[in-house]
């Protein structure tokens, strides 16, 4: 099996058109950054019935995700880059439904994609105990569940100690992806994320719009002008529309080409 070994700002994913009999067995085998590829998890791309392509996500422990901010745009990459499509507007199917991509092109070859992710709804704040103490964050869904936490600094957030105890908390039956936000200045946002699935990543699209849309819900960033997340492995541009309606903008880049016979 031949895979694409991609990543948008250091999150990687191995991507593979067409997809095996048990994905998830797969994703856990290849994703090993030690006896397999290495990899946050693995993304495969299929054809659709309702969109140009699908995508299905599965983390590096074989569990599936909903939706992937830097995977999808790393799919747009895919696709054109290998000659699938010559469409600079594509849909995707997802589990968070159809999201449509515009790619930008430098000397032929897909270079950025900015992402329609739909509409992100903030609840309201909750007030979560773990073992005595107290913590406060957002819950956003961007299709998928996150839990923002604002911090002074974000460098210095308890993201590997904190992060798994929020993922698994019961206030969040399904799990959740957990950012720790670090508000700048003007709209300009410093996140690190825990995600559910695969633990500490350098960068997480989805997280990104959810802190966005959390900053902007407590006033702290303006909506409409572009808001830049800067992540552990890079930035990304956010615009959030009046309705809530999420454009991000960012990278896609191809590692490697590698083959495998471990599945």
């Given at each position: 099996m031949r895979f694409t070994k991609m990543h948008g700002l250091g999150n990687d994913y191995l991507y593979v058109y067409g997809e095996p009999e048990n994905p998830a067995q797969a994703s856990v085998l290849l994703s090993d950054r030690h006896f397999g590829a290495?990899?946050?998890?693995?993304?495969?791309?299929?054809?659709?019935?309702v969109a140009d392509f699908k995508m299905r996500i599965f983390n590096a422990d074989g569990s599936e995700a909903m939706m992937c901010g830097n995977g999808i745009r790393c799919v747009g990459k895919y696709v054109y880059d290998k000659g699938y499509t010559t469409k600079t507007h594509l849909t995707v199917e997802t589990l968070s439904g159809i999201r449509t991509l515009k790619l930008f092109l430098r000397e032929g070859r897909v270079d950025r994609v900015a992402v329609?992710?739909?509409?992100?709804?903030?609840g309201e704040d909750l007030t979560l105990d773990l073992d005595g103490e107290t913590v406060r964050c957002t819950p956003v869904s961007v299709g998928n569940p996150h839990a923002v936490l604002?911090?002074?600094d974000a460098q210095a957030a308890p993201v590997t100690t904190l992060g798994p105890r929020l993922e698994t908390h019961p206030a969040f039956p399904g799990g959740v992806n957990v950012e720790f936000l670090q508000v700048l200045g003007d709209n300009q946002l410093r996140m690190r994320v825990w995600e559910r699935g695969s633990g500490v990543t350098m960068a997480c699209g989805t997280g990104a719009?959810?802190?966005?849309?959390?900053?902007?819900?407590?006033?702290?960033?303006r909506r409409e002008d572009p808001i830049a997340v800067h992540l552990d492995g890079g930035t990304l541009t956010i615009a959030i529309a009046p309705d809530g309606t999420?454009?991000?903008?960012g990278p896609a880049e191809t590692i490697y080409e590698g083959e495998t016979a471990l599945c």
């Open positions: 290495g990899s946050d998890g693995m993304i495969w791309i299929s054809p659709s019935s329609d992710m739909g509409k992100a709804v903030a604002f911090v002074e719009c959810a802190s966005a849309m959390a900053a902007v819900v407590r006033g702290l960033c999420v454009t991000m903008t």
